[in-house]
């Protein structure tokens, strides 16, 4: 039981993980992300790569959403614009994958930034409504892409990273799972120190009460257009990802269901959370695989299920996102928070 | 008590001339001229809506008047700049319904007071290790001295939002506090307050000016706490203003008298 926690210096004080609770916690973690691939299979490491991705994309909408207090439904646009830029980097200028990958996620930034130019003037659901002009005007081009002269879908060619083939073996999966990995702890360390500096506390104070913030001196428009970019960089990130680790893209993967979906991973994970947004991208993933198999399982007593199972598939993920917010908005990083309290505390937790 | 006694007054720190601000067809401030002068306590005082926070908005740039100037240090015209460059000139202020960041932490309010100070940016902030690290520890070692001067050592890390409203002005004084002002606005400081707190309130304010030398200026509604601790007075009625002084030059200011208490029917108006 914890009484208490003392510290004689301001970086002891400041640091990520003060405790040895919360250091060992994080060592089992990394533990089980560099044991899991060696004993999954194939559906497992899709999977995990998939949830990776998706915690990428949701980490950067929760810069701008959770933390930043601006609403974006434009981020299946920010996916799509790291997407194509990655792809048409790998193709038409041949960049290697270490390349276009960053280059990629600094122009969706680019372009998050100019998408972001409405929020100097709009706010709350109007500024929802701007950003969702943002994601149908990406949309349309990439539909239109004689406009820019691209493609409607891109195959982009075998992924290689210094040299060595990716794909050898069948090994596609568990290649990409270390290269998602390294970007999502990336994206972790470095979104968490943001938010422990200078330039995350100025993005919080503009959530919480703008006019105080500005009074204080911080730049409204500029650190809004920051937010914007620095959320769309990991938006573009994700979206690069996705392109190199499929190897064929098309508008069809980014449109505003997937900004509706990304909403509702950070939503039910926990707004304005770093590991929330994993937790969220997690459950959202999973949430159809483990129906899916359910489904199957069924499907030899009661065979018409697999008729009925888009339609429960689409029914749970409503339901989910219903309860969720009646009965904890503040998202699965809440409950992970009170199971801790309680164990404090355990077991004298009166 | 007062910094200007006996001496000739130093040039002031903010002249404010013949500021005049409306919305529509109301006039909130008219033709508003005076100055304020380093290192004293400046009160304004006046009704309700006789423009008091609406002057405040003004210095920090949250209204823009329809004319006149406000000079701060003989420079800079306030009037043309955007609220967060006058922050980054020194100005620095609290408000009436507080404003704190409610979800963030104690610790994390005052360190946005040191923003301007502060360098680094998002790259940097990400990184963290190296310049981020030393620029947050050393700007922390500041905000503690402010932490001690007004004694919320033990709520630190509470979130302001679940704080008392007498530590919650505590806190929002702090984070001007932390901006290691050259003028600092506070608007009703002790609004609300029992007369324990008000005291507590009212001493921070006097220490404040005599540790710190910051010139503040104070709107306050308790006439005791006004007159014993300001060096100068401003009253505002209406939107215009009334008399401006030392408190004494204000206690027996008729205009001022009438506008507090009202003058008897039949009586002249005084001149």
């Not at chain 1, 990776?52 to 701008?64: F, M, P, Q, R, V």
């Not at chain 1, 109007?126 to 879908?153: C, F, K, M, R």
């Not at chain 2, 310049?131 to 302001?160: G, S």
Request: glycine content about 10%; some cysteine; overall charge neutral.
């Amino acid at each position: 039981m914890q009484s208490g926690i003392f510290h004689t210096q301001y970086a002891g004080d400041m640091s990520m993980r003060p405790t040895w609770p919360m250091r060992w916690r994080i060592v089992v973690v990394i533990l089980f992300v560099l044991l899991f691939p060696w004993s999954a299979d194939r559906y497992w490491l899709t999977l995990a790569n998939q949830i990776g991705i998706a915690a990428i994309g949701a980490i950067g909408l929760n810069i701008l959403v959770g933390f930043t207090g601006q609403i974006s439904i434009g981020h299946g646009g920010f996916l799509a614009v790291g997407a194509y830029s990655a792809g048409l980097l790998a193709t038409r200028a041949g960049l290697p994958m270490w390349l276009s990958v960053p280059l990629a996620s600094l122009t969706t930034a680019v372009v998050g930034a100019f998408f972001g130019l409405p929020s100097a003037r709009l706010k709350g659901l109007y500024l929802a409504i701007a950003t969702l002009a943002a994601q149908e005007i990406i949309i349309w081009l990439l539909t239109h892409g004689d406009v820019i002269g691209i493609a409607e879908s891109l195959s982009l060619p075998q992924p290689t990273l210094f040299g060595l083939d990716l794909t050898a073996n069948g090994a596609t999966d568990f290649s990409f799972y270390w290269i998602i990995l390294v970007c999502l702890a990336g994206t972790v360390i470095f979104t968490s120190n943001l938010f422990r500096s200078r330039a995350g506390r100025a993005f919080v104070a503009i959530r919480d009460q703008d006019i105080a913030a500005q009074v204080i001196g911080v730049d409204l428009v500029r650190y809004k257009l920051l937010a914007f970019a620095t959320s769309s960089f990991f938006a573009g990130l994700a979206g690069a990802l996705t392109a190199h680790y499929r190897g064929i893209i098309s508008w069809e993967r980014f449109t505003v269901d997937v900004s509706i979906l990304y909403l509702s991973m950070i939503i039910i994970g926990g707004l304005g959370s770093v590991s929330g947004s994993i937790y969220g991208a997690a459950f959202i993933t999973l949430l159809p695989a483990l129906l899916n198999n359910i489904g199957r399982a069924m499907g030899d007593t009661i065979p018409q299920i697999n008729i009925y199972l888009p339609y429960v598939q689409q029914g749970a993920f409503g339901l989910a996102i219903v309860l969720f917010l009646i009965l904890e908005p503040e998202g699965i990083v809440k409950l992970w928070r009170d199971v801790k309290d309680y164990f404090r505390l355990w077991p004298f937790s009166y | 008590m007062s910094s200007l006694d006996g001496k000739e007054p130093p040039p002031p720190q903010m002249n404010i001339e013949r500021v005049s601000l409306s919305f529509g067809g109301v006039k909130a401030l008219t033709d508003i001229s005076f100055n304020i002068y380093p290192s004293t306590i400046q009160a304004i005082i006046g009704p309700n809506g006789a423009g008091k926070t609406s002057l405040l908005n003004c210095i920090s740039g949250l209204y823009k008047p329809r004319q006149g100037r406000i000079l701060f240090e003989g420079t800079h015209d306030l009037v043309r700049l955007a609220p967060h460059r006058i922050a980054r000139l020194g100005v620095a202020r609290s408000f009436q319904n507080i404003e704190l960041f409610r979800h963030m932490s104690v610790l994390d309010n005052l360190m946005l007071g040191r923003h301007v100070h502060m360098k680094s940016g998002v790259f940097s902030g990400g990184l963290y290790w190296g310049f981020a690290q030393r620029e947050e520890i050393q700007h922390r070692e500041f905000v503690e001295h402010v932490i001690d001067l007004l004694e919320i050592q033990h709520i630190r890390k509470n979130t302001v939002g679940s704080l008392a409203y007498g530590l919650q002005k505590r806190v929002e004084l702090g984070r001007a506090l932390a901006m290691n002002p050259r003028l600092l606005l506070l608007d009703e400081p002790m609004a609300g307050m029992n007369s324990e707190e008000k005291e507590d309130m009212a001493r921070f304010v006097l220490d404040i000016s005599e540790e710190w030398r910051t010139t503040i200026v104070l709107i306050e509604h308790d006439m005791g706490v006004v007159m014993d601790i300001s060096d100068r007075v401003a009253v505002l009625d209406f939107g215009k203003l009334i008399g401006e002084g030392t408190p004494e030059e204000i206690r027996v200011n008729p205009l001022v008298i009438e506008a507090y208490l009202g003058r008897e029917h039949g009586e002249a108006m005084p001149a």
